[in-house]
């Protein structure tokens, strides 16, 4: 089969690569239809040795499955399915709360062993999916592959961050950062009935994206006026930082209101915060952190798809087959594109 894989340079290649095979029998074999690159591809791929060369990438995508393990009993072959971006056992404490991500047989589609043990990505003909009938599931036949391809982490990441901020109706909130999680959180809050969303973003062809998706987009100098005029000087009710870091929860502190609350998704790229501690104490904010849960999830925000409230594919502006996979990621990579797909 063809797969798109990391080089040692940066950049990413199209090559012959194993077709899978079935290892459990839990486990399932997908054809890929469509699989989407992430911010979190190109930020690995930035990352010195942080990929082996020769990883298949991807861990966005909807297929048809191809086969299954004799123990898999919810999908079955012909299924058009979307998968979470990453597996988990379905059966362990943490699983059974509710708490995916901290499972112990975690596998991350595509990232090599930066989040756990290694398995293969996505952009390719075919993937192994490990866990199937916790990992995959079945795509209503009115959500396109292009809308469904998000189902599996950004809109499980947009709707993570919102739910741990305890979003009420009518609330002001301030998204930190315009690229695709911060659209797909822009798009999500207003879906479940947010009042002003706004999102503060440095790149112009992003903050129109974000004004023509429905938000109030302001460059980041502007987001705290902008912010105050909307609040009486109060400040957001809700921030969600989709930057990560000091960048973004610095950002997050000077927008919310006493009492208010900041969520991070995020992904941080040091290991440390200098927190305002006193601050955030005299003002009573929460601060919290999440990671995006399509298995807990889906069955919460696949409706919102289905009934039209919710266009994840609103955020796309390139697509290609796998032929033009690596201009793809230039595109990406040089922020020329905001989200770029992969159509097999």
Do not use: N
């Not at 971006?85 to 059974?96: E, F, H, L, M």
């Not at 901020?165 to 009935?193: D, F, K, M, N, Y």
């Not at 208010?260 to 955030?280: F, M, Q």
């Not at 087959?321 to 020329?336: F, I, N, P, Q």
């Amino acid at each position: 089969m063809r797969a798109v894989i990391a080089r040692a340079d940066g950049t990413v290649d199209v090559v012959e690569a194993a077709t899978p095979m079935l290892v459990h029998d839990t486990d399932a074999i997908v054809r890929v239809t469509t699989a989407a690159i992430c911010g979190t591809d190109l930020g690995l791929l930035r990352e010195p040795g942080a990929l082996k060369p020769g990883t298949v990438l991807g861990h966005e995508f909807v297929g048809v499955v191809h086969a299954v393990g004799s123990a898999v009993r919810l999908v079955r072959p012909g299924a058009r399915v979307v998968a979470s971006d990453y597996t988990a056992c379905g059966s362990c404490w943490w699983c059974r709360a509710g708490a995916h991500w901290q499972c112990s047989e975690r596998m991350f589609f595509g990232t090599g062993d930066v989040f756990g043990p290694t398995l293969s990505g996505a952009q390719a003909e075919f993937v192994r999916v490990p866990f199937a009938d916790v990992a995959l599931s079945a795509i209503a036949d009115a959500v396109s592959d292009r809308d469904a391809v998000f189902l599996g982490d950004l809109v499980p990441t947009g709707w993570a961050a919102l739910d741990r901020a305890g979003l009420r109706p009518g609330e002001t909130v301030v998204v930190c950062g315009g690229g695709p999680v911060g659209q797909i959180a822009s798009l999500v809050a207003q879906a479940i009935g947010a009042g002003p969303v706004v999102v503060s973003e440095p790149d112009a062809m992003r903050r129109d994206v974000a004004a023509a998706l429905g938000a109030i987009a302001v460059a980041p100098p502007d987001a705290v006026g902008t912010v105050r005029e909307l609040t009486a000087g109060r400040g957001a009710d809700v921030v969600i930082d989709c930057l990560g870091g000091a960048r973004g929860l610095d950002a997050a502190l000077a927008l919310v209101r006493a009492r208010g609350r900041i969520c991070s998704v995020g992904v941080p790229h040091t290991e440390l915060w200098e927190a305002p501690v006193r601050d955030a104490f005299v003002r009573e904010v929460t601060i919290s952190f999440a990671v995006g849960d399509a298995i807990r999830d889906r069955d919460a925000f696949t409706p919102l798809v289905v009934a039209g409230l919710l266009t994840p594919s609103a955020v796309i502006t390139a697509t290609a087959g796998l032929d033009g996979a690596r201009d793809l990621y230039a595109r990406a990579a040089a922020m020329t594109e905001l989200k770029a797909v992969i159509e097999l």
